[in-house]
């Protein structure tokens, strides 16, 4: 194995395929959160293996091609590339389907600029597709000030009525959120 030469002169692009070749090279451990989720855009557990005390990171797929995908993983937290070792290894790893991307309405936190996102599917009911249009702007991202209108929606996703005719509890069904513990990895040594 020829060791890797670390140069603080890498670009983006040098440093996204490091993290590639290092999920092809080291055997992790790969399992999905939830049985019965959707079948490739759900959350998964990622260890890696042969080494004692691995940490498990957190991977939420939301995408086949496109870096809104998120790992609790110290590297995603701190690199701003929108991909790390754990991500490349799941994208390795699923069986590809039709869609690229989650049939599910995601909120997420943007890479290098830190603010909400929520991201609609092209195939979302009418009825919630009608509910989020007056929290998004023009180009599908949350309306700015993004902190008050995310605080907004989730206030008005809470209080909608049982049974409303505009369909706004049928968003919860699609609406998947962050978990609570997202950016802690389990207890270890640290090794990724």
Known sequence: KVKELVSWETSDTQEIERRQR???????????????????????????TGIDNALTYRVELRSLTKTTNTCTCPDFQKNF????K???KVLLTVKRGKSTESPFVELFMSVGTIEPCLTVPAECAPQVKAFLDKF?????KL???????LQVLLRDVEQAPPGNSQGHPHLL???RLP???AGKGTPGTGSQ
């Open 22 to 48: 290092r999920a092809l090279e080291e055997t992790m451990l790969i399992k999905p959160v939830e049985k019965g989720a959707h079948p490739i855009f759900q959350d998964y557990l990622v260890a890696r």
């Open 81 to 84: 590339l929108g991909t790390c």
């Open 86 to 88: 754990h991500i490349e």
């Open 136 to 140: 998004l702007d023009a180009d599908g």
């Open 143 to 149: 309306r700015s000030p993004r902190w008050n209108t």
């Open 173 to 175: 069904g699609n609406l």
């Open 179 to 181: 978990p609570h513990d």
